[in-house]
């Protein structure tokens, strides 16, 4: 293993005693499960999650993502290598599996939700569309749209290895439409209004997670690709998302890009979450924080399946590339 090996120790030793260069990592999880999700691999076991932050906690400092404020504005100061810990999307597995993992650490996280599933019951679409994959056998192949025809024909035929990857390409090109044409596309699925999907937190485990020390900030409503849509949509997603957690007790000061990249976040979505009082946005370009980072454009690095060893490595490439360029 290059963790036992001490390879990636030494890498950092050189960099951060040597070159006194230490890095600031944003991570950014999604669930915490062992049950595969059909539409996503940005999974990671209990024990995956569990080994994670035990090594973490040994070799990084771990801040609230509230101490990044005071960083980019030169009131903090890192001592070595440290990272911040954010769990996206609001699914119950975030309560039952990540938060007790977490608080044995003795470290919080910012539980980044979506006002959608937790506030009102109302399923993401990419929940949809992992349930009509899952009965597909059901479903007239041929009769479905032709922007995605092609690739529930292939899906079909496909073994597990290459249904992942066609998941993914049918979220990507779902996430692209008009929300109209998207529900059109789900209709012709057979989507299930009724079915709720993983179940999301509820208010009642937020105020439990706010109460033990953890932030809850905003993902908005139904994880809609912000630069799809027309401002009045934008601005639901953003500030009347803020609006829905405030009203119900929550006083939301970040908030987290759905999808994340640039592309995907658009040219409006920055000025409405400042107008909704967000302090702080992060984004899931993944690289290391700088000071000159604008602090409603944070970096993350997605953490999904993959081992420690490799995670490792990621992350000593991130602090590496920060410090040469």
Do not use: N
């Amino acid at each position: 293993m290059l963790i036992a090996s001490g390879a990636v120790a030494v890498a950092r030793f050189v960099r951060e005693r040597l070159l006194g260069a230490p890095a600031l990592i944003i991570l950014c999880y999604h669930r915490i499960t062992d049950t595969p999700f059909t539409v996503s691999a940005r999974c990671v076991s209990p024990s995956a999650f569990a080994e994670q932050l035990a090594h973490f906690g040994r070799r990084y400092d771990i801040w609230p993502l509230t101490h990044v404020a005071s960083y980019l504005r030169g009131k903090r100061t890192l001592r070595r290598d440290t990272l911040v810990l954010t769990v996206d999307d609001g699914y119950l597995d975030g309560f039952i599996e990540a938060a007790p993992v977490l608080e044995a650490q003795g470290v919080t996280a910012t539980f980044f939700v979506s006002a959608g599933p937790s506030l009102d019951g109302r399923p993401y679409w990419m929940d949809q569309l992992g349930e009509a994959l899952g009965r597909l056998q059901e479903i007239a192949v041929d009769k479905a749209p032709p922007v995605i025809g092609h690739l529930l024909t292939e899906y079909t035929a496909a073994g597990a290895t290459g249904r992942t990857d066609l998941a993914r390409q049918l979220v990507a090109t779902l996430k692209e439409m008009e929300e109209s044409d998207r529900e059109e596309v789900l209709r012709s699925l057979g989507r299930h209004d009724g079915w709720a999907g993983p179940p999301a937190m509820g208010r009642r485990e937020l105020r439990d997670l706010a109460s033990r020390g953890h932030e809850i900030a905003a993902h908005g409503c139904s994880h809609a690709m912000l630069s799809a849509l027309a401002e009045v949509r934008c601005r639901e997603e953003t500030v009347g998302c803020i609006a829905l957690f405030r009203q119900a007790g929550f006083d939301v000061r970040s908030f987290a890009y759905p999808f994340g990249g640039a592309r995907e976040i658009g040219a409006m979505a920055p000025g409405a979450v400042a107008e909704g009082g967000i302090t702080l946005a992060v984004t899931t370009e993944g690289r290391a924080v700088r000071l000159s980072d604008d602090p409603l454009r944070l970096p993350r690095m997605v953490v999904s399946t993959q081992s420690l060893d490799l995670i490792a490595v990621r992350l000593e490439k991130l602090a590496w590339r920060a410090t040469l360029w």
